[in-house]
């Protein structure tokens, strides 16, 4: 079992930063991928970022490619997610995930949701 905790959202100006953390209980979540997901206000859930259990691999958005950055920190049983460049169509929920499948196939690597999700951090970007 695995639980995830999600924190460092928050209010922020057009082209500021924030870090996201998802910190993760549970002895198998090292050999987990995860992800960051969010949802709009009216609109459905979508894929962020996702990142392998070795954190040498990783997917992104096209709508935040080149402005976000997940990583992780094994040791730590944590997962960040870096954004830079926050636009007012960033404003969302941000959900970590945790114990879905991926693949590397073709040069490219995906991941799909798994089982495990946190209860979500609010960031609000304003113009």
């Known amino acids: 079992q695995v639980q995830l905790v999600e924190s460092g959202g928050g209010l922020v100006q057009a082209g500021g930063s924030l870090r996201l953390s998802c910190a993760a209980s549970?002895?198998?979540?090292?050999?987990?991928?995860a992800a960051w997901f969010r949802q709009a206000p009216g609109k459905e859930r979508e894929f962020v970022a996702g990142?392998?259990?070795?954190?040498?691999?990783?997917a992104y958005a096209d709508s935040v490619k080149g402005r976000f950055t997940i990583s992780r920190d094994i040791a730590k049983n944590t997962v960040y997610l870096q954004m830079n460049g926050l636009k007012p169509e960033d404003t969302a929920v941000y959900y970590c995930?945790?114990?879905?499948?991926?693949?590397?196939?073709?040069?490219?690597?995906?991941?799909?949701?798994?089982?495990?999700w946190g209860q979500g951090t609010q960031v609000t970007v304003s113009s």
């Open positions: 995930n945790a114990g879905g499948p991926d693949r590397f196939r073709s040069g490219r690597y995906s991941y799909t949701p798994g089982d495990y």
């Open positions: 549970g002895r198998t979540f090292s050999n987990y991928a």
């Open positions: 990142i392998d259990w070795s954190g040498g691999l990783t």
